[in-house]
């Protein structure tokens, strides 16, 4: 009876541990931007969870972009939490680290609606509109984002499905479509890997396709309209343009 005691207490002490570790489980992921062929930025995102059992999301960014004469560097931080289970956004901040390093703007959702503070040269205004279905933050220069939406498609349902993509930096919501295309295997620099497919509408604004892997994380992300390409680092090509 003793030794079927130490056994199961050693089990049960071992399922801890392991549940532990599933908890503490901690993702991180690298991007490489490019403009018009040619690598421009890169943004690497770290995910882990929180206190909560939500799930936070911090990320750093820099992007160079030129426009004949001169380049200007842009880079900033972000960090959003998700609660539990639904991944639905609960707050959101970004913050400049060139430039006006003042500047930034925060979002919090909580009792149907979205309220939003920016901050830019030294002054701050606030905004807040009522919370949409299916809302989402998908945010300009912020790619690791398309993970959150992807996961919200419903595959059973499939076609076009719509969102609410509330964009903080203009303090309002657009709407988001997105449609599964199929799957393909897509050349990366040691073979191909297996990806979904969707097409991203900023509905009346662009047109993108994303490529997921088979855990649902972003691959690689197609802009045509801004001669934008983000591919995961990991996957790039050894002789990217310079």
């Known amino acids: 009876m ?18 532990a570790g599933e908890t503490q489980s901690v993702y991180t992921q690298s991007y490489t931007i490019l403009l018009k062929g040619s690598v421009a930025g890169s ?3 770290t995910e882990k969870p929180g206190d909560a059992g939500d799930l936070v999301a911090t990320s750093d960014h820099e992007i160079f972009v030129t426009d ?51 901050n830019r040269g030294g002054r701050s205004s ?13 945010d300009v ?9 992807i996961r919200k498609y419903d595959t059973k349902k499939g076609g076009r499905q719509l969102f609410s993509d ?45 490529s997921m892997d088979k855990d649902g994380r972003l691959v690689h992300l197609l802009i045509p309209a801004q001669d934008l390409e983000v591919v995961r680092k990991d996957l790039l090509s050894d002789n990217p343009k310079n």
């Not at 005691?5 to 049960?12: D, P, R, T, V």
């Not at 807040?128 to 998908?138: E, M, R, S, V």
């Not at 912020?142 to 959150?148: E, K, L, N, R, T």
């Not at 295309?181 to 662009?206: C, H, R, T, W």
């Open 68 to 118: 004949g004469l001169q380049t200007k560097r842009m880079a900033f931080s972000t960090k959003m939490v998700l609660s539990k289970g639904t991944l639905a956004p609960v707050t959101y901040a970004y913050r400049y680290t060139t430039g006006n390093t003042g500047d930034s703007y925060d979002v919090v959702i909580k009792d149907a609606q979205i309220f939003r503070t920016l």
């Open 141 to 149: 220069n912020v790619y690791h984002q398309y993970d959150y939406l």
């Open 126 to 138: 606030e905004t807040a509109i009522p919370l949409q279905p299916n809302t989402i933050i998908l």
């Open 43 to 45: 943004e690497t995102v």
């Open 166 to 210: 509330f964009v903080p930096v203009v303090g309002n919501d657009i709407p988001l479509a997105l449609t599964f295309i199929g799957n393909e295997n897509l050349a990366v620099k040691d073979g191909s890997i297996p990806v979904k497919n969707y097409k991203v509408e900023f509905v009346g604004i662009f047109t993108g396709t994303a």
């Open 2 to 19: 003793k030794a079927a005691f130490c056994l199961w207490l050693g089990l049960l002490i071992f399922a801890n541990l392991a549940n």
